[in-house]
């Protein structure tokens, strides 16, 4: 996928989902059937452009509920089988904001591999068991997302609101600033380290109907893809990595490519994919 | 090769079952109405 129609695909993702204009004009929220549907990006339930319904909301709704959410966790686990991650790569508004501060030009730096765990304890702790616990929607209540595109418009346009400003609120907007700054120096810390719908889809990195081929018979082993990689990864050390955000960047390399889980040799000749090398085709020595 | 097939035929399964036992409970109603509680 070239660079700039995944920026379309992001632009589209960000507006399309937030396209109830009306909201902001009348200061309040669109309640029609749309809402009932569960999107696989971040789309908070109280913005006010929001069309659809953000599904770790959802999930957190079900188990402060004490209730199974079949509904929210097929729908996550249908896209997930389809194309892994390829939503946090190329529709999430909150990962385009993080791409788009991430271009700032300053010192960068790299996240340790082992803050990758902390976003399934977000998923563990934040989504299922504190609102189980104390049936209030924690993850919905500190999510960065979740006030920049709710809790500052609705500060911005509601005196009563303003009103009801308490310590809450400043420690949302900490965590945003901590996520926005941390974006220009690392790339993506809040898919990386927190986000719990990414945690939901790197699941399916492994499974999924969508797939990257990896050629070692003409990779070179440059690590170019690695400093394309929105999240820090070299795809030909390991193409089902779960911190794949399957965004395609790396597949301007003619050693990378999108493929099927039913695609038998992605590169166009036997044995070329999945590791296998030249040493299986037929008249070529094994080195 | 074959192993893979096999994980994506089973989860897609696996997800289209969830998915659809959802629908069959009227989720999507309750989820209509968090969003009304807002």
Same mark, same amino acid.
């Given at each position: 996928?070239?660079?700039?129609?995944?920026?379309?695909?992001?632009?589209?993702?960000?507006?399309?989902?937030?396209?109830?204009?009306?909201?902001?004009?009348?200061?309040?929220?669109?309640?029609?059937?749309?809402?009932?549907?569960?999107?696989?990006?971040?789309?908070?339930?109280?913005?006010?452009?929001?069309?659809?319904?953000?599904?770790?909301?959802?999930?957190?709704?079900?188990?402060?509920? +004490?209730?199974?959410?079949?509904? &929210?966790?097929?729908?996550?686990?249908?896209?997930?089988?389809?194309?892994?991650?390829?939503?946090? +790569?190329?529709?999430?508004?909150? +990962?385009?904001?993080?791409?788009?501060?991430?271009?700032?030009?300053?010192?960068?730096?790299?996240?340790?591999?082992? =803050?990758?765990?902390?976003?399934? &304890? &977000?998923?563990?702790?934040?989504?299922?068991?504190?609102?189980?616990?104390?049936?209030?929607?924690?993850?919905?209540?500190? /999510?960065?997302?979740?006030?920049?595109? =709710?809790?500052?418009?609705?500060?911005?346009?509601?005196?009563?609101?303003?009103?009801?400003?308490?310590?809450?609120?400043?420690?949302?907007?900490?965590?945003?600033?901590?996520?926005?700054?941390?974006?220009?120096?690392?790339?993506?810390?809040?898919?990386?380290? &927190?986000?719990?719908?990414?945690?939901?889809?790197?699941?399916?990195?492994?499974?999924?109907?969508?797939?990257?081929?990896?050629?070692?018979?003409?990779?070179?082993?440059?690590?170019?893809?690695?400093?394309?990689?929105?999240?820090?990864?070299?795809?030909?050390?390991?193409?089902?990595?779960?911190?794949?955000?399957?965004?395609?960047?790396?597949?301007? /390399?003619?050693?990378?490519?999108?493929?099927?889980?039913?695609?038998?040799?992605?590169?166009?000749?036997?044995?070329?994919?999945?590791?296998?090398?030249?040493?299986?085709?037929?008249?070529?020595?094994?080195? | 090769?074959?192993?893979?097939?096999?994980?994506?035929?089973?989860?897609?399964?696996?997800?289209?079952?969830?998915?659809?036992?959802?629908?069959?409970?009227?989720?999507?109603?309750?989820?209509?109405?968090?969003?009304?509680?807002?």
């Amino acid at each position: 996928m070239p660079f700039l129609r995944r920026r379309i695909y992001q632009a589209l993702g960000t507006v399309l989902p937030n396209s109830y204009v009306q909201g902001f004009l009348t200061a309040s929220l669109y309640q029609g059937p749309l809402k009932g549907v569960c999107t696989p990006l971040f789309n908070c339930y109280a913005c006010p452009s929001a069309l659809f319904s953000c599904p770790i909301g959802t999930i957190q709704h079900f188990a402060a509920t +004490g209730k199974v959410p079949f509904y &929210a966790a097929g729908t996550m686990a249908v896209v997930g089988a389809s194309v892994g991650r390829m939503t946090c +790569g190329t529709l999430c508004p909150f +990962g385009f904001l993080q791409d788009i501060l991430y271009k700032i030009r300053t010192w960068k730096g790299r996240l340790p591999g082992w =803050a990758s765990w902390l976003r399934y &304890a &977000a998923l563990a702790v934040l989504v299922f068991l504190i609102p189980a616990v104390t049936h209030v929607h924690w993850f919905s209540r500190l /999510c960065p997302m979740g006030t920049l595109s =709710a809790g500052l418009p609705w500060v911005a346009m509601s005196g009563s609101i303003r009103a009801m400003i308490g310590s809450l609120f400043w420690v949302k907007i900490g965590i945003l600033l901590l996520f926005a700054t941390s974006s220009v120096l690392v790339k993506r810390p809040f898919c990386r380290a &927190a986000c719990p719908l990414g945690a939901i889809f790197s699941l399916f990195n492994r499974s999924s109907f969508l797939q990257l081929a990896w050629n070692p018979d003409t990779c070179t082993r440059c690590g170019k893809c690695r400093k394309i990689c929105p999240v820090d990864i070299r795809p030909d050390y390991n193409p089902t990595n779960p911190e794949c955000l399957r965004c395609w960047d790396c597949t301007r /390399c003619p050693s990378l490519k999108m493929t099927t889980v039913l695609a038998r040799n992605p590169f166009g000749l036997p044995g070329m994919a999945e590791g296998r090398g030249a040493e299986i085709l037929p008249g070529t020595s094994s080195g | 090769m074959k192993f893979k097939i096999l994980a994506f035929l089973l989860t897609a399964a696996a997800s289209a079952s969830l998915l659809a036992y959802g629908l069959f409970r009227g989720e999507i109603t309750k989820v209509l109405y968090n969003g009304a509680l807002l």
